[in-house]
Nanobody
């Protein structure tokens, strides 16, 4: 059974940092492209960052320079280091796994990804 379990969310003041984790099981983690998505209150869901099997990364413009996606293939875990957080970063963050599409573009909606987690809440206050 495949599981993706996010953790590390919480409440933080603007300018603060959080590190999200996504522990996976049931997949050969190193063979999957991994990504983080988020959905804020009243906003459309968006892709935040993705890391390919090669380690190459892509970020949404809104988080470039502030967020860092990484992974540990030995621990089958995906991470998202979030710095300089802003109130507009508030939302539920989801991790996702995919291996059917070359490059696994962030523009593909979360629901189309092969596997996804239940989400973790991030709240940034001003």
């Amino acid at each position: 059974q495949v599981q993706l379990v996010e953790s590390g969310g919480g409440s933080v003041q603007a300018g603060g940092s959080l590190k999200l984790s996504c522990a996976t099981s049931g997949i050969i983690f190193s063979t999957y492209c991994m990504a983080w998505f988020r959905q804020g209150p009243g906003k459309e869901r968006e892709g935040v960052a993705r890391i390919a099997t090669s380690g190459s990364t892509t970020y949404a413009t809104s988080v470039e320079g502030r967020f860092t996606i990484s992974k540990d293939n030995d621990k089958d875990t995906l991470y998202l280091q979030m710095n300089a957080l802003k109130p507009e970063d508030t939302g539920t963050y989801y991790c996702a796994a995919e291996r059917r599409w070359p490059g696994c573009p962030l523009g593909v909606d979360l629901n189309e990804w092969l596997f996804r987690g239940q989400g973790t809440q991030v709240t940034v206050s001003s």
